[in-house]
Each structure stands twice: as C-alpha cells, then as structure tokens.
T-cell receptor
Framework: GENVEQHPSTLSVQEGDSAVIKCTYSDSASNYFPWYKQELGKGPQLIIDIRSNVGEKKDQRIAVTLNKTAKHFSLHITETQPEDSAVYFCAAPDSNYQLIWGAGTKLIIKP | NAGVTQTPKFQVLKTGQSMTLQCAQDMNHNSMYWYRQDPGMGLRLIYYSASEGTTDKGEVPNGYNVSRLNKREFSLRLESAAPSQTSVYFC?????????????FGAGSRLTVL
C-alpha cells in the first residue's frame, strides 16, 4: 500500500525567507498530491494540490513541485510571513482513493 | 456558510463509557469521513461514507462504529472507550469520492479517555 514520509518534522525560518517541505511516496500509481495547512485549534485546509501530469504549480507565494521518477513532491513557500506559521501536511491516495498522510511539519516563522 | 460542524468540541470519558461524535455538513457533499489525529502520526482514516447509504472501514476502524444518518450527517460512536482512543477526531466531507478528493474539515473534537 501507499506510504508517505514527510520531512522535516519542524522547520524554523526567518520572516521573509523561503521554506521547503518534502514528501516521498511509495506507490507509483498515485496521481494526486495535495498539501493541507492546519492552524492551531482548526482542521486542515487545502492550500494547493498537483496532479501527476504536471511538474509544478504555483499560487502566489506557494508552489508545489513533483518528481514522479524519484517519487517525491515538495511545498515551497517564498517570502514567509507570520501567518504562514502552522502545521503542514502532504498526502497521496492509495488504490482505494483513501488519502495517506504524512506526519506533518510544524513551520515556525521567526520575526 | 458553516461548512462542516462537529460536536462536541471537548469530551472526557472514563474507560468503558460510550459516546457519539456528531458531524454535519451543509455543502451538499456526497462523501464524508472520520479521521483521528495523534502527535507525530498525521491523520488516519477511521471510517468513510462514499455516498449516502454506504459506509466502509478505513485504516483504523477497530473500536468504532459509524452511521450515515442522511446526506448531511455522519456520526462516529465509541461503544466502550479505551485510553488508546484519546485523540483529536476530525470529520471531513468531499463533493465526490475519487482519487482527487478535496476535503473540507471540521474544527475537531478533542477526546480524553481516563
């Protein structure tokens, strides 16, 4: 079945710098890769996703890249701001369409 | 626009007690899910309902039961709570059940079993 690993578990960056979170997956048949952001006391919220026929997708300061050969995908946040502080989760679907989630990355933006 | 509403937000149980977590969505979504979130383990699927009238086990169904009451409501029941079920529970919904589900989550229910 699908296995998703996410690194790092905690990432601390200076405000204005960039942050990169990486996930690897095991099932080469997976074709959809979302990223969710979870703020304190709230449920996760989709911030960006990418499908396997695309190598990169951008939405303002957020981008996701996909390397199908290496089976990894990454979240890139540029010009980080205090409101980017949160826990970020990656996921990939298994053969039953169920999302398998990474363990999460706590992003800390230092002022 | 309430989205996905879960009740209660907090609950403390003693071992062996039972309780039901309620979830309702107002987005006319077909599919609904129950997840648990534990530190360092991400989200794990307990049960899901791909459409009204159907329910299926997820990754960690033992100790839980679910009911899809109607299109809007999906409840999670713990018949005999155990300390291992201490967790934060999230209900979610999606328009359809496919390989590219966009999930809308509730705010979570924090359950402590003593």
């Amino acid at each position: 079945g699908e296995n998703v690993e996410q690194h790092p578990s905690t990432l601390s960056v200076q405000e204005g710098d960039s942050a990169v979170i990486k996930c690897t997956y095991s099932d080469s048949a997976s074709n959809y890769f979302p990223w969710y952001k979870q703020e304190l006391g709230k449920g996760p919220q989709l911030i960006i996703d990418i499908r396997s026929n695309v190598g990169e997708k951008k939405d303002q300061r957020i981008a996701v890249t996909l390397n199908k050969t290496a089976k990894h995908f990454s979240l890139h946040i540029t010009e980080t701001q205090p409101e980017d502080s949160a826990v970020y989760f990656c996921a990939a679907p298994d053969s039953n369409y169920q999302l398998i989630w990474g363990a999460g990355t706590k992003l800390i933006i230092k002022p | 626009n309430a989205g996905v509403t879960q009740t209660p937000k907090f609950q403390v149980l003693k071992t062996g007690q039972s309780m039901t977590l309620q979830c309702a969505q107002d987005m006319n979504h077909n599919s609904m899910y129950w997840y648990r979130q534990d530190p360092g383990m991400g989200l794990r699927l307990i049960y899901y309902s791909a459409s009204e009238g159907t329910t299926d086990k997820g990754e960690v169904p033992n100790g839980y039961n679910v009911s899809r009451l109607n299109k809007r409501e999906f409840s999670l029941r713990l018949e005999s709570a155990a300390p291992s079920q201490t967790s934060v529970y999230f209900c979610a919904s999606s328009a359809t059940y496919s390989g590219a589900n966009v999930l809308t989550f509730g705010a979570g229910s924090r359950l402590t079993v003593l």
